[in-house]
């Protein structure tokens, strides 16, 4: 028989795109084991390790036997303590039966999306967008609507293009704030304005993806479902991984009506089942740690921040907005294209952040990937002497270009 025919993977993969962040983590990682010396600014990871007292909360959960399965949406004094801190930090009132703990916040979306989303079903997708929004989309056979948004209104959609983009197939709006990529945060207002708007759909269903919440230099963070009108419309997306510092830890979870918080129980049943039992013993302590304890992190990102647009600022050609939160700049970069060092010719971010790996030697992920061709993202992700060697090499590079 055939090879090809014996190894042809299903249509169902085929429609999927290769995370781009991850692709160029993988391309960073097989040149370092080359000896080159390259530092990689594409990752949306955390360069700080989880503070002691989460470690020791998973040590205890070790020393106390917790090896068993639970239930399939998370331990139940889990799901109390992240009820805590909804109504905590966010004035939210979900209740244990509607939070759903997950193996990290990917998989609390994607829950959320397999569980709703039918073939043909539209999803309105704000861009610049994270890169796994619209193959979870694609993977539920449901189709992308993209809302585009520039840098002059700092990658914010309108409440008018929101309701441009909504027809009888509308049934769900994914979006983030802080946002990765562009680090853009919805004021109070911002939100209550497109919430004006939802909820005059009562069957479009919005996830809120909030995962930087704590990653937000503007002040107090905004949850889409505080506004009544759309609570009940509306999945509150978290976890753990960019405020602690526990990417590895794979937990995330949502905060959803009860009959959706049931679905994604439903399928995650059969799929995974419950997240790391250790991991929820440790996210205990997290989520239930006062806030303040995440502010020497945000510091840190915010004055590196600060270096990054001071150093971007002085390349001419490259545009850059002040991202709010999370922890990257997504500047524009379309003046560079069309132009050549003399060995290669720039036409598109993806050549331009290949362009600058090659060399170089430093590490991006093009806007393409994130539905804004004009972009690039940079993680500020890494120490201030690596950032500093960074920037400069990406200016001698850019400066190259003629």
């Known amino acids: 028989m055939n090879v090809d025919v014996l190894n042809?993977?299903?249509?169902?993969?085929?429609?999927?795109?290769?995370?781009?962040?991850?692709?160029?983590?993988?391309?960073?990682?097989?040149?370092?084991?080359?000896?080159?010396?390259?530092?990689?600014?594409?990752?949306?990871?955390?360069?700080?390790?989880?503070?002691?007292f989460i470690k020791e909360a998973a040590n205890e959960g070790i020393a106390q036997n917790y090896s068993k399965y639970m239930a399939v949406n998370g331990y139940e004094d889990l799901r109390q303590a992240i009820s805590a801190k909804f109504k905590r930090d966010n004035n939210l009132d979900y209740n244990p039966s509607q939070i759903v703990v997950s193996t990290g916040a990917k998989q609390s979306i994607a829950n959320v999306v397999m569980s709703i989303v039918n073939p043909g079903d539209e999803v309105i997708i704000p861009a610049p967008y994270w890169v796994t929004y619209e193959e979870i989309v694609k993977m539920a056979e449901g189709i992308p609507v993209i809302i585009e948004a520039s840098i002059d209104n700092d990658f914010k959609i309108t409440p008018s293009q929101l309701e441009n983009a909504i027809t009888d197939k509308t049934r769900m709006m994914?979006?983030?704030?802080?946002?990765?990529?562009?680090?853009?945060?919805?004021s109070e207002q911002e939100l209550k304005e497109l919430a004006a708007v939802i909820a005059k759909h009562p069957s479009l269903i919005v996830i809120s993806d909030e995962i930087y919440e704590h990653i937000n230099f503007v002040g107090h963070h905004t949850s889409l479902a505080?506004?009544?009108?759309?609570?009940?419309?509306?999945?509150?997306?978290?976890?753990?991984?960019?405020?602690?510092?526990?990417?590895?830890?794979?937990l995330g979870y949502i905060g959803a009506p009860d009959w959706i918080a049931s679905a994604c129980t439903k399928i995650q049943g059969q799929f995974t089942s419950g997240a790391s039992s250790i991991s929820q013993r440790a996210a205990i302590a997290a989520v239930s740690a006062d806030p303040s304890v995440t502010f020497q992190m945000r510091d840190a990102f915010k004055s590196r921040r600060e270096l990054v647009l001071a150093e971007l600022n002085k390349i001419p050609g490259v545009k850059t907005n002040i991202p709010e939160g999370a922890f990257y700049v997504f500047p524009d970069v379309s003046s560079f294209f069309g132009k050549s060092d003399g060995h290669t010719v720039v036409n598109n971010a993806d050549d331009l952040s290949m362009y600058i790996l090659s060399k170089v030697n430093v590490a991006l992920v093009t806007g393409a990937a994130f539905g804004a061709p004009n972009c690039i993202r940079i993680s500020y992700a890494a120490s201030e002497?690596?950032?500093?060697?960074?920037?400069?090499?990406?200016?001698?590079?850019?400066?190259?270009?003629?």
Not at 226 to 250: I, L
Not at 395 to 402: C, Q
């Open 8 to 52: 042809k993977v299903s249509d169902r993969l085929n429609r999927l795109s290769e995370s781009a962040t991850i692709a160029m983590a993988r391309k960073s990682r097989e040149l370092k084991s080359q000896g080159i010396d390259v530092i990689s600014l594409s990752l949306g990871e955390p360069d700080f390790y989880t503070p002691d």
């Open 174 to 186: 994914i979006y983030s704030s802080p946002c990765n990529p562009t680090g853009s945060v919805y």
């Open 226 to 250: 505080q506004f009544a009108n759309v609570y009940d419309q509306v999945v509150t997306v978290n976890g753990v991984s960019k405020a602690f510092a526990m990417t590895g830890w794979r």
């Open 385 to 402: 002497d690596e950032l500093k060697e960074a920037l400069k090499r990406i200016e001698d590079a850019l400066l190259a270009l003629n």
